[in-house]
């Protein structure tokens, strides 16, 4: 009897144990059926991936694309990815990085957008020594828009101390709400979230990101190592697909304002306004990638921060991008 | 006779209810119960005895009739009707001395006098050394001992028993009828004794009211004239016994 | 797998993260008590706060419902349509009327710990054995005394089980509260590190939480054994 529970309990500690492995690691990537790309919630700066989908070019590249998400936040996204759950990633650059110097081995195929964020205030506040002692909200801890917001403090002699700040646990799309409520006095966020504040007349651009950090990355395409490796073709065909699309956004703004209209749902003045601060590239400079893991690092280490990413995970910045950084798909 | 309870006529109609129909339980039922009296009530089940002894505590209305003690009309509950449950209904969370308080600290008496009281009901039914034990940690027996504890520190005028013995061993009955008895005899309250076992109504009871099956009323009454204390062997106490029994098998067969 | 840290952290991984935790410094306001001290004090501050209200209305408005059936017939619908709703759901809604940090987290948890200890509260009221409502009638207490001498302790073990099972809940949806509008409690020690990715750091934080719940769990449970010590006489 008591044997007999015992080796109950014994396979159910084994089961426990290895039933996450098997989920993780339980499809196989050179079977797949379709592309799984994730995306982020509402995000414009993910927008060519809903130009590519909607003038077909994944099919002109003879390629079925399923697309996983909406994430709540880029992190949850890189982890999915880690998991085996998504095999192209459009996120923030500095999820990317930051799932990369946790020893995830992925590879970044191509930029999206540079620029694009800015810190938005409400009405009261028209410096950004009025932000002492407000609450601020930006995106998760890391991310290129928390990073700012703590070098354009920095610049007018304030620090992450000097206000109270929420990253990471307001949403993206609950700022605008948030901030025209009261509850929060600024944000720093991408678009189309700046825009909605902006429109509604609730809020201002206290600064454009542009302006802290001219052509400074944003959003990239990502992939597993392992699906690159096993998926040449398919590769290929997204990153054909994305840079057609980008080409498209450049060359029809119009049409690619309805598409974004149909996909955020927002209306067109929002929109409008959201594209006059987002530049849509392909390109990534690696030197603006190795300042900006250089930068989270040295903030970790003069303590304005807790460290995020130490000298111990990436001992040298320029390696490490160059390492994740692969860009040959793309064409000239 | 020198009578404090009256039972005067008194009837009970349960009214319908969604999945009953409406129940007689009690027809014309009179009865008469002296001071010190030991009176039992007898009857098949069914007959409505727990009906009567709960509107003569005082905790169900009758439809028609009325129940009077001492000349004053019973209209609610009161601590001058005391009442012993079979189930014994202790309250779980308070050890013996403070149920046998309940009723004198629901009249706010003083602490001192409530401990004084408590002490002499508690060593009445013999429970002394056992004061602080909780019912938990009580037998059958000694929880009904101090259920009745806690019925007569209220200093009742008369004792309405619900069948306390009804859920106690053989042994414990046994032992318990003569305590009872003794308890009676030093205390001289009225008591009236709710009952289906015949030999235990004709071992206690002065009179034994027998009831018709439902709608109750009563069938008959035996006066029980042996001396205390009783055998069950003698010859009178067998045919009173036997008496007793058949009118209460042939109210039994009419249902 | 093993080569992902970041989602499978090992022991050891999490044991130099609580040591990392304990030392860096604290929330705003509790820099001295370290990191994990730190925002474990804030949650548990809004824990007590939250499960206190809770407690307070949760077992008045239980005695009262429980006790007089048209005040119950009152409540029922009410709580019955809400109940079901999980308190997660609730969290948009308690930004929206609490804004952040404190005073929405102690909603939700108030929210949480609620239901469990009102319809326990109910359901203990509500069998109170008749016959020791009846004996006490007939031992002369008024209904007011029949309340608070007998109802209310012949309640008592279902309250106290009402209470526990509430805290429990309380401090599940301080967590669902800390992960959004919040920046302090291990709540947001867990989402930060899981943000950041440091799943070890993420680890020990869940772990904090598992541990403190526990020992309130078995705080309460002592206090539970005490009051209605008579329960375990037998």
Redesign the interface.
Known sequence: MSNSINKLIILSLVTLLIL??MM??GCSPSDIAKVRIGYLLGDLHHLPLFVAIEKGFFQEEGIDVEVVGPFD?G?AE??AM??GHLDIGYVGAS?AI??AA???PLAIISGVNQEGSALVADKGITSIGDLRSK?IATP???SIQHIMTGMVLSENNLSFKDV????????AP?MP??LQ?G??SAYFIWEPFVAMSVVSGSGHVLVNSKDIWPGHPCCVVVTRDEFLKNNDREVKAVVSAHQKAVKFIVDNPAESKRIGQKYTGLGADVIDSAFSRVKYVTGINNNDLVKFVNGIIELGENGSI?P?ITRKEVPEADDFINGIIDLKYLSR | MNSKLIVDNISKVFPARKMATATQALKNFSLEVGNGEFVCIVGPSGCGKTTLLKIIAGLETASQGSVRLNGNKVEAPGPERGMVFQDFALYPWRDVVGNVEFGPEMRYLPRSERSEISQKYVSLVGMEGNEHKYPAQLSGGMKQRVAIARALANKPDILLMDEPFGSLDAQTRFVMQNELLRIWNEDRKAVIFVTHNVEEAVYLAERVVVMTAGPGAVKGIYPIALSYPRSRADHGFISLREKITDSITEEVKLI | ?A??????PTPVAVVVAFKDLLI?EGP?GLPWAGELIGNMLVSLWRVIVGFCLAAVTGVLLGVIAGWWPRARDLVEPVVEIIRPIPPLAWV?LA??WF??GFRPAVFLIWLGAFFPILSNTVLGMESTPKNLIEVSKTLGANSRQILFKVGIPSALPSIMAGLRIGLGIGWMCLVAA??????TGLG?LI??Y?????AAKMVAGMLTIGLVGVLAFIGLKKLEDRLVFWRELE
């Open positions: 996450p492995s993780v690691t936040a992190p890189m982890d880690a998991a999820p930051m799932s946790r020893g995830v609450k998760a801890p890391g109270e700040l929420f990253p990471g646990t307001i949403k609950d709400l948030n409520s509850r929060i807790k995020i | 797998m080569d992902l840290p970041q989602l499978f860096a705003a948009p930004m929206l804004g952040l800390e992960l959004t509008g919040s920046n947001y989402m930060y899981y943000s950041t990715m440091e």
